[in-house]
């Protein structure tokens, strides 16, 4: 886990307000992952991203979710309208190269709480 | 059918036992594997990543994949109190797509 840093570690919303997870990579590494756990399952691809580009976002809701990978600052994962359901934690990852068979490093998470 | 099955148990040993995690995969293409073990509330640690069939031993534990039978495993050696955690079974996706695709996991706890 060193190196990817993930922040808030703990975020609570109401129904309706908007979530912002951030999620710092490794240094070095310009592709990153998201993925999110809800209770009692395992992790779920949601989006990998490059610098400026979102490379697969396959797994992500079509609605309500997006990502971005600036090429300066953080990655950010955007909820809007949060409900219930979203309420789950939010993994980031990170790579120097490609996906393509890479050893995976994941961050802390973010825990959304939505009330 | 899910493209990664693995038994969510809870699984309880004593302290000094062997453990044999294990994982099904439906996809014979899929080539690399890895095992994750995440404590509560904490994010994933990569444990072992396996290429192809055969063994990969590091300290306690022990990775294996047998590709003929889509069938891979984790062995833990006198297994330790500190073990006790979720364990997840991982392998990547087809074509370069950034997917990773996990087991549900399989919690594990070693009493003293």
């Known amino acids: 886990n060193a190196g990817v840093m993930q922040n808030p570690r703990h975020l609570v919303r109401r129904r309706g307000q908007e979530a912002r997870l951030r999620c710092s990579p490794m240094?070095?590494?310009?592709?990153v992952y998201w993925y999110r756990q809800l209770p009692e399952e395992g992790l779920k691809f949601m989006v990998y991203?490059?610098?400026?580009?979102?490379?697969?976002e396959s797994g992500m809701p079509k609605e309500r979710f997006s990502a971005e990978f600036p090429k300066e600052g953080p990655s950010i994962l955007r909820i809007q309208q949060v409900v219930r359901g979203d309420s789950a934690a939010y993994f980031c990852?990170?790579?120097?190269?490609?996906?393509?068979?890479?050893?995976?490093?994941f961050g802390s998470g973010t825990q959304l709480s939505v009330l | 059918q899910k493209e990664v099955e693995q038994d969510p148990g809870p699984l309880s040993v004593p302290e000094g036992a062997i453990v044999s995690l294990n994982c099904t995969y439906s996809?014979?293409?899929?080539?690399?594997f890895m095992w994750y073990r995440q404590y509560s509330r904490k994010g994933p640690e990569l444990l072992m990543y396996?290429?192809?069939?055969g063994n990969k031993e590091d300290g306690r534990f022990t990775a294996q994949v047998d590709k003929s039978s889509k069938y891979i495993s984790l062995f833990i050696r006198d297994s330790q109190p500190s073990d006790s955690a979720t364990y997840l079974c991982?392998?990547?996706?087809?074509?370069?797509?950034?997917?990773?695709?996990f087991g549900q996991g399989t919690t594990l706890q070693v009493k003293p």
């Open positions: 990852a990170s790579s120097p190269r490609p996906a393509a068979n890479e050893k995976l490093f």
């Open positions: 240094k070095g590494h310009s592709h």
């Open positions: 991203l490059q610098k400026e580009n979102i490379i697969d």
């Open positions: 996809n014979s293409a899929f080539q690399y």
């Open positions: 396996t290429y192809s069939s």
């Open positions: 991982a392998t990547w996706g087809s074509g370069n797509t950034g997917k990773l695709i």
